[in-house]
């Protein structure tokens, strides 16, 4: 994304068009919580639905199966007659888009404009969030919410004029993943078989 970037905008940053929230009618108005939970981006709300649905897919679907075996156990999913490579292109291309997702917010929302690396390294903690969570969507989605309200207090600090640095401050989102990983680092996990090429017949 950055390199097309570079050769559509050289050095400039074009400001996009400001996002206008999708206020959920009753709902918003309810105190404290409303404008929290109900006054977003489409984007969020699409996010949240898809958390389930993916929910869905991954544990009640044959598709949902396959791709958990691609990562467990290929040599399995092959003897049973599942394309290992195109069921992994599938995984990939599904959770590249689904992490576009979550830059198209970054940059039509949270910035108004899109500039290289902008995510500030917020992707590697999402990585550690989908290892603690073992392949429950639901559990990103909560330890995504904790992440978020880390972001809000980083904010509110600095509006609010604390004389903390700034760098101090900016921690505080790594720092709660640090701590969750000692709490439930050995529940951790990834699949097994994860980034190891797939050949046909190799041990």
């Known amino acids: 994304t950055a390199l097309l970037h570079h050769f559509q905008f050289s050095r400039s940053y074009p400001r996009l068009p400001a996002a206008d929230a999708t206020v959920i009618p009753l709902l918003s108005d309810i105190p404290i919580i409303g404008p929290a939970f109900f006054k977003h981006h489409l984007i969020v709300y699409l996010a949240v639905a898809l958390v389930f649905g ?20 290929p040599a399995a999913l092959d003897v049973a007659g599942i394309d290992v490579i195109r069921t992994r292109t599938i995984a990939v291309l599904t959770t590249g888009a689904l992490a576009g997702l979550g830059g198209a917010y970054l ?7 899109f500039i290289p690396f902008i995510t500030n390294g917020a992707g590697f903690l999402g990585i550690v969030l989908a290892m603690l969570a073992r392949g429950r969507p639901i559990w990103v989605l ?10 809000s207090l980083t904010t509110a600090m ?19 993943v640090m701590i969750m990983l000692m709490l439930f680092g050995r529940r951790a996990s990834l ?3 994860l980034g190891i090429p797939y050949e046909r017949g190799a041990r």
């Not at 509006?159 to 989102?173: E, F, K, R, W």
């Open 107 to 113: 940059a039509n929302v949270g910035a108004g404009l």
């Open 54 to 73: 993916m929910g869905y897919l991954y544990r009640r679907t044959q598709l949902g199966l396959n791709l958990q075996a691609a990562g467990d156990k």
């Open 158 to 176: 600095q509006v609010a004029g604390i004389n903390i640095p700034t760098d101090v401050i900016q921690m505080l989102p790594f720092l709660a």
């Open 191 to 193: 699949p097994a078989a």
């Open 142 to 151: 909560f330890g995504a919410l904790l992440f978020g309200v880390c972001l």
